[in-house]
Every structure is written in structure tokens, then in C-alpha cells.
């Protein structure tokens, strides 16, 4: 781990994306098979491959007591060190060293594997406590150096350079093998890990996407408004209702069912009902599409969504309240029952659906627990508008604009997708720092201060401040969260680990230097949490930048542009 450590921190040191490159394709090949996965996978700045479901679920609390513990130093020693750099990795490092002449390492340096382990065992103990203590052991073991990227890891924020794209070039270079097959098997696979390997052993093309092995989503890019979509789509697109759930993907080979979040996490024991439903469809094979609550004909907005999520096992009671349906867009792969499945991801859209409308869903609001996205074919901005009108007056958020002809892209969010949502698009921020509230709210931490992230920096940059807009029962929920995930306070105000992404609605948007991002928002209020969300999905200053840049058009142009619809709320 040492030596990963060296080589990430020389990989950090330059710009030049190909020495970037070169460092990593001259360390890859040098390490055993044990090993190659692992660098991989720590490569992409996480502690276990995207496609597993795990993570160690360590807060930054614990963090803190293990870093201090070991280094003797007070608790609030990390937060100070944390202020100086904004970065967990270099506050660590910089506590450890400072008190390495008190504290040597204890054991054996720990080697890549020995990391992955405890990382396993982190994930498998319960609670803060046992967590700890796994951490704390393997933190013991660790230099300055190895500690920080040990940390970067765990926090799933490594900020070397690497992205995605860079550290599939220097796999490729690696194994001199084509950048094409090692991008096509990371999508398959979703696991870095695995493709080195199969990039070590010329077997790339062995790839395959598996029922039962989530694949990542394809994603939407923003639209300024219907001008710019059929310029870009055009002359036909096909539209579909942007519906407003979460996304889910549906897997099922006889009566074997089970349904993924967007976060490739198996959702499928909350939602029993899509579950039973799916035994009757008579095809095997991977849906893609979004979960719906949906009752007497109408689709519920998200907040009666909410209530289910994150519940296990929902009560029947809560399943009347809020039922919920899976309204299928997408086809990954088929074949009839109990026989071969095909996948289908290179095949156009429009093949796709022909696929999928060949299963016979009803539609949306024709009964049954799978119904199928509706989607017609504009030819003109007018048209575009008017679908626009036609979606919203069914309770959806939007539009999703797609190019009959695309591929599927697993992770990608390329043109092939357009999302065009309500005017004044909301912003999915993430709380940076919390405080507790006034009068009422006195007891409580209600007030947020949010982030978006930086593309450039790849850092969170805050962009404003609200009071909650959230109910009660959720700010009483919020603060028993942020009182265990707090890494520093100052005074009223707590540095919070960044993790929890909330929808910020607000009236305009300015150009401003009082926050980081460069913006801040009039009237900024809390619309929701987004739990669905991870803070890899917020929004970016460019997503802001491009909200910003159509209000300087006036609001009467923004309304008509981008939505066909005045702003709620
Ligand atoms: P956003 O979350 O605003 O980036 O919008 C993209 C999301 O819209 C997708 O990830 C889906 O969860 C959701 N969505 C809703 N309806 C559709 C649809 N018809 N096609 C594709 N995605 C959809």
C-alpha cells in the first residue's frame, strides 16, 4: 500500500494527463494478480468496485476519534487540520506526522490486500464502535503517507487527476490492448478491477453483461431550452414523459426477481409488489425504467415516494398509502422464458423499443404494476413545446428528449439523452455545515449551507445557505444524522461530512463572490431530500452557470424556452 501510495502521489504531482498515464502503465503490469485488482479498484477512489453493493459505512466521526486517538492529540486537532486543506487524506496525514516522533507504526506495513481486507471487515462489523476499531488497527499499521490514502479511499475522494477515462487509457497502454475493448468491458463489467484483469489476461472481449450483475445507467444531459434540443436531436427526436421516481433497473430470469437502485444497490425487498408483478411477465431479461408512486390513476409526487424508501420491509399499511409502479423505457437484454437472453445494448433505441412495446405493457394509467413510458416523435420546437405542456399536465417533472438512433451507454451521460425539466430547474445540492435554527427550530440543525461541485478542482464549492423547507419528523431525523457525521464545529456552526444531497429551489440566480461557486441563489429553500441521490450526482457549477445563463435572457424568455410552464413555488 505503501508503494500504491508513492506511485498515486507522483500520479497527483504532475498535470500532464500522459504522465499520468505512463506512471500508472509502468506500475500496473509489475503487480501480482492479488494485487491488480485491488490497485484498480483504489484507483477509481473507492474502497470496493462500483458494481458491488457494499460500502464501509464509516462516518467521519469515527474517523476523527481513530486519527486522534492514535496520534494523542485533542479531538478538535483533525477539524483544524481539515480547515487548512478541506481535504480528509492531507488532515490526516498532516495529524500523524506531526505526532510520528511519539508514535511509530505498529505491525507489519500493510500490504494492498491487507487493506482490501480490513476494508471488507470495516464493511461487515456493526456499528461505530466495532467499525472503529477495524480501522483503528489497520490506521496503527499505517505511515503519514499510506494513512492519507488510506482515508482518500474510504472517502471515496482520492482527487489525483484520474478520471474514469484516464485510468482506462493507462490500462489499456498497460497491456497494450485497444482503449475501446478495456471502456467497453468497464461498462459491462463495472468493475475496473475485473477489466484489468481481463485486460492482463487478452480476455476483454469475454465480457459480457450477466443477469444479477447491475449495470451502470445511462444518463440525460441537461437542455437549455427546445431551440438547442432539436438542433441537436433533429429534425425527428423521439420524447418521452420524464417522470419523477427513482430509477430502477429490473432484473429477472424465471422466478428469480430483483430490482437495483441507481447506486446499484438491490432494492428489490421495498418494493415487493414490482417484485411479484415481474414473476408473471412472460420474457427473462433487463428492464430499465422508473419506479412511480402511483395511486387512483394518478402519479404521486416524489415526497409520497419518499416515504418508502430506505424501508426494508413495508408495512401493508404503508403500501396502500403510497403504492408504487415500475414504468419501463428501456431494454438491456431478453429472451424468452427459461431461455437464452440477448443482450441488446449496441442495438439502436428504436430497436430497443421495439423490443420492449413487443412485451405488451399497458401504458401509464392503464392498470397493472409495469406500464410503459409514453413516448411519441416531435418534428419541430413547436411540437417539442407542446409534448413539454402535455407532460407536465400528467404530474411529470418533464422531458426526456432521446436519439432513436443511440446505443445504450451504460455510466455515460452523453447527447444521445436530453433532460428537459420545469423552468427554474431545481439545483441537487450537498449539505456541507449545519446549524441549529431559531426560535422553534431552536434544539434542532435546520439551517444548511449546500455545495455544488467543481468540475475543474473536482472540489465542493458552497453556493448557498437555507432554513429547512423539510417537515419535522425530517429535520429531527437530519439532526440525529448530522450530529453523528459532524467533523468540526465552529461555535453554532458544524462542518458536516458531505454526503447528504437535498433539491434546492429558489427565485433567481446572481453572479455573486459570497459564496465559492461564484453564485449564489435569491429566496434558496430546501424543496427536498434526494436520498436517491449520492453526492457524485449534484449538480455542477457548469449545471448552474447554464441555468444562470438562460435567465439572462428575462424570465418570460426562460419560461417559454425551457419549460412552456411558470415556476412552482
Ligand atoms: P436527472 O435525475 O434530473 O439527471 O434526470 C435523469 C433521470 O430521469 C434518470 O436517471 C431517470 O431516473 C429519470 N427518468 C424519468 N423518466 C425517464 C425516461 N422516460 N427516460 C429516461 N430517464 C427517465
Redesign the pocket.
Known sequence: MRRWSEVAERVAATTRTSEKTRLLADELPTLSPDELPIAAVFLAGRPFAEVDGRSTGLGWATIAAAVTGLAGVPAGALGEAYDRSSDLGVAVADVLGRANGSRPETGEPPALVDVAAAFAAIEASSGPAAKGAVFTDLLARCDPLTAKYVVKILSGDLRIGLREGLLEAAIAAAFDRPLDSVKRAGMLTGDVGATAVLARDDALDSASLRLFHPLK?M??SPAEDAAEIMARLGPTAWV????DGI?VQLHRAGDEVRLYS?DLHDVSGQFPEVVDGARDLPWDGILDG?LLAYRDGEVMPFVALQKRLGRKAPSTSIRTQVPVICVA?DVLAMGPRGGRVEPGLDAPLSDRRERLEALGLPLVGDGGVFAL?HRVSVESVDDLERAFADARSRNNEGL?VKDPTSPYSPGRRGLG?L?M?KALATIDCVVVGVEVGHGKRHGVLSDYTFAVRDEASGSLVTIGKAYSGLTDAEIAEMTAWFEAHTVERFGRYRVVEPTIVVEIAFDVIVRSNRHRSGFSLRFPRIAQLRPDKTVAEIDTVADVEAIWRGLQHGPEHLVTARAGSRPEG
Open positions: 445507467f444518463l440525460a418521452e414523459d420524464k417522470y430509477r441507481r422508473e423505457f413510458s426526456m439523452w433532460k425539466k
